[in-house]
């Protein structure tokens, strides 16, 4: 079946540090990864996609590679803003099938 | 501007009562999603729908009904046999259900609280 297993949290760091939040996913076939970000009391918005092994997806100093032969989709950030503290969540679809999510990340970065 | 709308963003009700939770997209997407967001885990899907006038459960659809009558709308309402209904529940639409490489976008959210 399909599953997306993302770190637990919450993550806590200070600004400018560098993020990771790890995702690891298990699909039959070959499935497209997101991440998603949400605010406090938003709707998730898409933050980065990628459709194809070895594709990386980067948007706003986040960036995370698909790795088939790991079956990961790690998001990172080289310098983290206070702005981006927010809950993440890993997702996949596969074809002919739902989207899966992960339970969710909460980032906190303090000044 | 082209998106998805929930109303009301934050909707009380009383034990016993049903209530209809509303979703308009413009994006002319296909497929709708509802889910359900409870603190710790994550999304839940309740019902989604590939095309008009057909809807299929999702994981926790039990105590929930849905209809799509047209494209732009996909109201999900929340019965009195829906033993814990508080949730902050988001309605989700995409392009082409068969189109995986395309995402989902989100509207707001309606945070529901039984009284």
């Known amino acids: 079946g399909n599953s997306v297993t993302q770190m637990e949290g919450p993550v806590t760091l200070s600004e400018e540090a560098f993020l990771t939040i790890n995702c690891t996913y298990t699909a039959t076939g070959y499935p497209s990864l997101f991440w998603y970000v949400q605010y406090p009391g938003e709707g998730l918005q898409l933050l980065l996609k990628a459709t194809k092994a070895d594709d990386k997806g980067s948007n706003k100093g986040f960036e995370a590679t698909y790795r088939k032969e790991t079956t990961s989709f790690h998001l990172e950030k080289g310098s983290v803003q206070v702005s981006d503290s927010a809950v993440y969540f890993c997702a996949l679809r596969s074809p002919g099938n739902q989207f899966y999510f992960g339970t969710g990340t909460s980032l906190t970065v303090i000044p | 501007d082209g998106g998805i709308t929930q109303s009301p963003k934050y909707l009380f009700r009383k034990e016993g009562q049903n209530v209809t939770l509303s979703c308009e997209q413009n994006?002319?997407?296909?497929?709708m999603y509802w889910y359900r967001q409870d603190p710790g885990q994550g999304l839940r899907l309740i019902y989604y729908?590939?095309?008009?006038?057909?809807?299929q459960k999702g994981d926790i659809a039990e105590g929930y009904s849905v209809s799509r009558e047209k494209k732009e709308s996909f109201p999900l309402t929340v019965t009195s046999a829906q033993k814990n209904p508080t949730a902050f529940y988001l309605c989700?639409?995409?392009?082409?259900?068969?189109?995986?490489?395309?995402?989902?976008?989100f509207g707001p959210g309606t945070r529901l609280t039984v009284l």
């Open positions: 989700a639409s995409s392009n082409e259900y068969r189109d995986y490489y395309n995402e989902q976008f």
């Open positions: 729908s590939q095309i008009v006038n057909d809807f």
């Open positions: 994006l002319n997407h296909d497929a």
